[in-house]
Structure formats: structure tokens, C-alpha cells
């Protein structure tokens, strides 16, 4: 029977909602499903994640390194931790991309990467080419499978569990070559772009950095979080960590607002598994539209005051 541990990855004392999508892909692996929390102080983040449902139990590693989550430092105790598992996995987050891979390679196996479908405990399914094609990998079953989750394709495990929370002795050489400066990161009260359940993005038709202010103004309205195109992005409209797509963030929620978005192949794949997708863009031979539930043709400028009305 296949034994799990999920990384819980979490940030300013939460938990991201990506380790309960994890959870939910490590529940159809089947077994037991253990989460491990490394942190300064790693108990507000375990009690969270003692509440996902299908968790067996809750692991926590407290060490003052682990206050800043540095792939360097928290790879060779997950190393440590996996022994006697047979899955490791995380979630194909920024922060999850940069630390499993080092995990496997403490592990001596090769990483199965966006894992979206399970097809057995060692079988699974994976985008390639931009999410063009998705092919069927099987990882050797006598090797641990070290995996990142897509977030985007699994939902989100239902909480009112109360599994046990366990302190786990780690004895492992830390490197003291990697030390945490500083973090860099823009400032909002709105969602967080990769859990938030609504999105509106704004491409190159929105035209300038200044006009930018409409698609905020909107999602202000419907409370959802904001991205961007990569030629928005590319044109310095918004910052890079707003960029979705393929080279940006893959996300899933509810409802997709694209302004101005043309509907470039990279920018599709990131988009693809959300609930409900609306273009509003003035050419209607637009790629987006092929892709939309609802689509706007006409100028952004008057649509979006007339959308904002409605709401």
C-alpha cells in the first residue's frame, strides 16, 4: 500500500490552498496520506493542515532555518523525512518547482513534473509541449515517485478532519552556502492570484501601464484577483509575477475575465481548466473566442463601464 507524505508550502503563517489539491491527487494514489510543515514555528500551519480531509496525520519539523522557505535548506530534511515512503509529493507552485526537484536528485530518482491524472500508484498523466499533448508516464516501482502536483487540475480536498500532529526529529547537514536575504513581493489586498476563485487579466489592447487601472477597477468590483498577458507583461504594463501562462502562472478559477487578451497558445495553456472563461477583446477572429463560454467583441473602454454597471 502506497505511504504519502505531502510538502505543506505555506507563507506568512498559512497554508497554501495548493497542498489541498495535493492532497486530493495523492488521495486517488490511495494509502496514507502524511503532511510534513517545516517552519520556525510550525504550529498554526500543522493545525491547518490537520483539517484536510484524507490526511492521516500532520508532521512538523521546527527549525529556526526553516523560517524562509529555501530549497537548499529544506530539501535535505524532506530527504530525511521521505524515508519509508513511497510518494513524495508537492505542488507545481514557484516555490514547489524550485524545491523537488532537488529533493529527487537527494533521492537519486528522476521528478514526474505537473502530475494532472493518476492512472495507477506509479502511472500518471503530464501536459508537454505547452499543454498541447499530454503524455502517460510510469515511474519505476521500486524508486520512491517524487512528483509536483498541478494545482490547476485537481480541486481542493474538503476540510473537517482533525488528523494528529506529530514533532519529527530531523538530523540533516544543512548547507551554509544558501542564506535568505530578503523577499521581494508587491503588496495587495486582493487575492492572491493563483488560488483566486476569480480572475481578470488584461493583454496588450489594454494599451498602457495608466489604462491598466480599469482591469483593476474591475476585479476590485467582483473581488478577484488580477493578471496579465505576457505582452502586457513584456510591454511593462504590470510587473512578471502577474503574468499567466505556460512561461507564467497556471491557474484554475471559477470564473476568467480576459481583456484585451488576443489568446496566444502559451497564455491558453495557462488558462485552460478554468470554470468559466469571458473574452472581451475588439477583434472577433481573436483566438480567445475559440476557447470562451462568453465572449464581447467591441472596445474594452466601452464595454467594461457598461459590465461594471450590471454588476
Not at 508550502?9 to 497554508?15: F, M, T, V, Y
Request: proline letters at 5%; hydrophobic letters at 50%; zero cysteines.
Amino acid at each position: 500500500m502506497a505511504k504519502i507524505l505531502v510538502i505543506a508550502e505555506h507563507l506568512d503563517g498559512k497554508l497554501n490552498s495548493a497542498v489541498a489539491k495535493t492532497v486530493s491527487a495523492a488521495a486517488v494514489v490511495g494509502g496514507d496520506i502524511d503532511v510534513l510543515v517545516l517552519a520556525a514555528d510550525p504550529a498554526a500551519i500543522a493545525a491547518e493542515a490537520a483539517q484536510i480531509a484524507g490526511v492521516s496525520k500532520v508532521l512538523t519539523v521546527a527549525n529556526p532555518a526553516n523560517a524562509h522557505a529555501l530549497a537548499q535548506v529544506q530539501a535535505p530534511q524532506i530527504a530525511k523525512a521521505a524515508a519509508g515512503y513511497s510518494h513524495v509529493f508537492g505542488p507545481s507552485t514557484t516555490t514547489g518547482k524550485d524545491l523537488m526537484p532537488a529533493v529527487a536528485a537527494l533521492l537519486s530518482v528522476n521528478q514526474v513534473s505537473d502530475l494532472m491524472a493518476v492512472e495507477g500508484s506509479h502511472t500518471f498523466k503530464r501536459p508537454i509541449y505547452a499543454g498541447n499533448a499530454i503524455i502517460t508516464v510510469e515511474a519505476p516501482a521500486d524508486q520512491v515517485v517524487v512528483a509536483t502536483v498541478r494545482a490547476a487540475s485537481w480541486p481542493e480536498a474538503a476540510k473537517g478532519n482533525s488528523a494528529p500532529v506529530e514533532a519529527l526529529a530531523i538530523d540533516a547537514a544543512l548547507p551554509g552556502h544558501t542564506r535568505f536575504i530578503g523577499l521581494a513581493a508587491g503588496k495587495s489586498d486582493r487575492p492572491d492570484l493563483q488560488s483566486a476563485k476569480r480572475v481578470v487579466s488584461g493583454g496588450r489592447g489594454v494599451g498602457s501601464e495608466e489604462n491598466f487601472k480599469v482591469i483593476y477597477h474591475l476585479a476590485d468590483k467582483l473581488g478577484a484577483g488580477v493578471g496579465a498577458s505576457r505582452a502586457a507583461v513584456d510591454a511593462g504594463y504590470v510587473p512578471s509575477d502577474m503574468q499567466v501562462g505556460q512561461t507564467g502562472k497556471i491557474i484554475a478559477p471559477e470564473l476568467y475575465i480576459a481583456v484585451g487578451i488576443s489568446g496566444a497558445i502559451q497564455h491558453l495553456t495557462g488558462i485552460k481548466d478554468a470554470g468559466t472563461i469571458v473574452a472581451i477583446n475588439k477583434d472577433g477572429d481573436a483566438p480567445i473566442f475559440e476557447i470562451a463560454d462568453i465572449g464581447l467583441v467591441g472596445d474594452l473602454f466601452t464595454l467594461l463601464p457598461e459590465l461594471e454597471k450590471a454588476l
